[in-house]
């Protein structure tokens, strides 16, 4: 099952222009509205994560049975803590011990929010780093970092988790302060076993073996959750599986392999794009879709096989067993699965022929912009 992200289906951008798109949600319940359509036609997205304050409502309780009475749930509470002018030189790692005070209270108060929704995950991204060496020391700022950490760890209920997600560069450029899934691993082993990884696929360096990471957090109980998108080169938040299907496959086989599909070991598997050129409905179903092979794929891969020939030293009889996975068409076996649910067997042309998407043109003006890329 996959989550989809309440700020793909507002307007987005580059910083050079937002493209404002027709019928795009103007408050979170037109979002969530749009996201249960992904859903009714994929039969595979049934939460939808929100992005705070960018989804700020009065009432979170009433938020919640809106989606549910359009059957689908709220999802990982998003924490934002850098749009804000008072986090230029950080967050929770500012030097200024009034401003950590402001981003630590916003974290418990995306807490409070789940209590409200319900929901499970609250995720973690900071923007924190600095530009030029010697601006700040970077040991202390993994000091305040873990202080913050610690404080809404102990925050959380019973069966609530913090996702700490990790980001190469940018905003900052010189340091980020979680800037590796190594980084982001010491601080959720020093944390305890609420706390986990999120694994967001465009924050690597070019040419970084994802998957070798999720082998080892998954080896460790540590991988929480995806935010998945992909990229040519930096953080594009292109649809998942675009630029690089092979790369998703291999991501998936890991995941299949160290058990990360079974429910016990809670993996949350999120979507986290814009669609800046393209329809935003369309293009989330498209990337569920994505997902979906990829995952049907690395489930074809015949482990008995493949075991065989690596224990076997069988180099190419080893990558013959993946690749004959990977270049099956699974896309019959997807039509029938969703038949087999009475779901269209072709979900985008579903979509387009059931004529929501004239509905909200007509209705919706004057959309909102994601919050992203302004
Ligand atoms: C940061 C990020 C993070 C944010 C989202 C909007 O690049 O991946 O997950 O919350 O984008
Ligand atoms: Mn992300
Ligand atoms: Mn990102």
Request: charged share 20%.
């Amino acid at each position: 099952m996959i989550e989809t992200p309440s700020w793909a289906y507002g307007n987005s951008g580059t910083r050079f222009k937002v493209f404002a798109q027709r019928g795009v949600p103007r408050d979170p319940y037109e979002k969530i509205a749009d996201a249960a359509q992904v859903h009714a036609f994929t039969g595979a997205a049934p939460t939808v994560a929100l992005h705070i304050p960018w989804d700020k409502v009065d009432d979170y309780a009433a938020l919640a049975e809106y989606a549910r009475s359009l059957g689908v749930g709220l999802g990982a509470i998003n924490a934002n803590v850098f749009q804000d002018d008072d986090y230029m030189l950080g967050s929770v790692t500012n030097p200024d011990p009034g401003v950590r005070r402001k981003a630590t209270d916003h974290l418990l108060e995306c807490v409070d929010i789940m209590d409200a929704t319900g929901s499970r995950d609250l995720k973690l991204w900071f923007s924190d780093g600095t530009n030029y060496p010697g601006q700040d020391d970077i040991r202390t700022r993994q000091d305040r970092l873990a202080d913050a950490l610690a404080e809404v760890y102990e925050r959380l209920g019973q069966h609530q988790r913090m996702l700490l997600e990790y980001k190469l560069f940018e905003p900052s450029f010189y340091t980020m302060d979680v800037p590796d899934w190594g980084t982001s691993f010491a601080h959720c082993v020093a944390l305890g076993p609420k706390a986990v990884v999120c694994v967001d696929t465009g924050h690597h360096a070019p040419g970084t073996n994802i998957e070798f990471i999720v082998a080892m957090l998954l080896r460790a109980g540590k991988l929480g959750a995806f935010d998945f998108n992909s990229r040519f080169y930096a953080d594009d938040d292109l649809m998942v599986g675009s630029a690089d299907p092979f790369q998703l496959f291999r991501i998936m086989h890991e995941v299949v392999r160290g058990g990360g599909l079974d429910p016990a070991t809670a993996v949350a598997f999120m979507l986290d794009q814009c669609h800046n050129i393209e329809p935003k409905i369309q293009g989330q179903i498209r990337s569920v879709m994505n997902v979906q092979e990829a995952t049907a794929k690395a489930l074809l891969v015949d482990a008995p096989a493949l075991k065989a020939a690596q224990d076997a030293g069988d180099v190419l009889g080893a990558n013959a067993v993946l690749m004959d996975a990977y270049n099956t068409d699974v896309r019959p076996l997807l039509v029938q699965w969703r038949e087999d649910k009475g779901l269209a067997g072709d979900p985008i042309a579903a979509y387009k022929a059931s004529g929501y998407f004239e509905k909200i043109v007509a209705e919706r003006v004057g959309g909102t912009q994601a919050g992203w890329g302004a």
